[in-house]
């Protein structure tokens, strides 16, 4: 790592980038201009600042914490930038390690908060590793910041907020764009989505949050590029599909997407399961519930997305399997294995989501037939209020009674006590109908063979 870092210095001093001949005027703006109130930035992330201010070094919070920021929204984590090495970062903290292969940079952590803190980043040259479709697969030379400035993808995202001096620095006009809610990206579009493919998804997705728009220099290559989604890794594709649907403003995400032609490479089963009886006001109900949680300050569950975004589909397989003459539950076993088969992998879905995926829908048809020596059971399962959850997704969509739905809702939320008493006055109510009565009866008539038997006399043989 330091013979990288000594022949990128070497690199840059002899053969300067593009940049350092063009030099690009930063803006510089104060608090009475941005609006960023101090008390909302983190406190660690100035502390990470501070130590290394003191050390000599130059740090900013930087990236989608600024831009929420000078929106005046909550930032859900905030970022450093500074012109420290990788390992000079990891030397000026107790708790901190150096991440990644292809962007290495340093995790500093403070108890459950994490200071991701990044290096500038220069111009590549051409010294940049990349795939035959011009993917970077290494990303670790080392500049300035107006360098690192030009390396970032849009102009919203390219400001460095100082949380000592409460300026923010602007080096591509990003504070006008941020402000008129554009979305332009930095450098030539196509290139910018050679080099990460993923920076189409994350301009759909500002413009989604922003409610604004796309410029239509950063719009145009991304149809025809569409199809370079397919090479990004697994767990990237994962984590920048769950921001697209966790953003506020899922549906527009999602039908700009669909515009685009993003959701093959990220939601190939929308299609699929939008041709479902029922399956877009399903979607459509799912996504509108995520947004109005999110724009709540509550969190959202992959597992509970991923296991609505794909109810339909599963719902399908499972009446096919019932015609079929399989029980039910056994139907819809098949079901959940055939689906997450078929999408698990394109979906990139992680094992522990998956499993808690199958809990959510296996306990559906439970609701159904509530049996009170049964429910006690089901309420120490650990995904029983993300199922009472579904059901009332599904009593919304038309499948459920919404009555019966509430009843379990209302369960979920009581305490031990109003469970107890929920529970004995279903027993009370079940065993006053007519079914109930009948049901008993066979079943005590099941047992009583084995009790006759049981009692028959013993006769002496001899």
Known sequence: MIKSTIKSFVSRLFNPPASDTKKTKARVYHQEQHGIDRRLVSRNAIKVCEVLNQKGFQAFVVGGAVRDLILGLEPKDFDVATNATPEEVRASFRRARIIGRRFQLVHVVFGPEIIETSTFRANSNGQNKTDEHGRILNDNVFGTQEEDAARRDFTLNALYYDPLTEEVIDYHNGLSDLRKHIVRIIGD????????????????????????????????????????????????????TLKLMTCGNALACLKQLREEGLHEGTLPLLD???KQPGGQK???????????????????????????????LVDVYWKRNIAQKEPPMQALIHAADQVLDEQVHKLAIQRRHSTDMREIWFMQPRFERPIPRQIWKMTEQPRFRAACDFLQLRAASGEFDSVQAQWWMDLADTDTAGKTQMIEELAQKQKGTPGAASTARKRRKRRSPARKKATLPQYDNS
């Open 189 to 240: 579009a196509e290139t910018r989505y050679r080099e990460d493919p993923v920076r189409m998804l994350r301009a759909v997705r500002f413009a989604a949050k922003l409610n604004g728009t796309i410029e239509p220099r950063t719009k145009e290559p991304i149809k025809p590029l569409a199809e370079l989604i397919s090479n990004v890794p697994d767990s990237r594709l994962f984590d920048e």
């Open 272 to 274: 699929v399961v939008l």
């Open 282 to 312: 399903f979607v459509e109900l799912t996504l509108d519930r995520t947004d109005h949680r999110i724009r709540l300050g509550k969190s959202v569950s992959p597992s509970f997305l991923y296991a609505a975004l794909l109810w339909r």
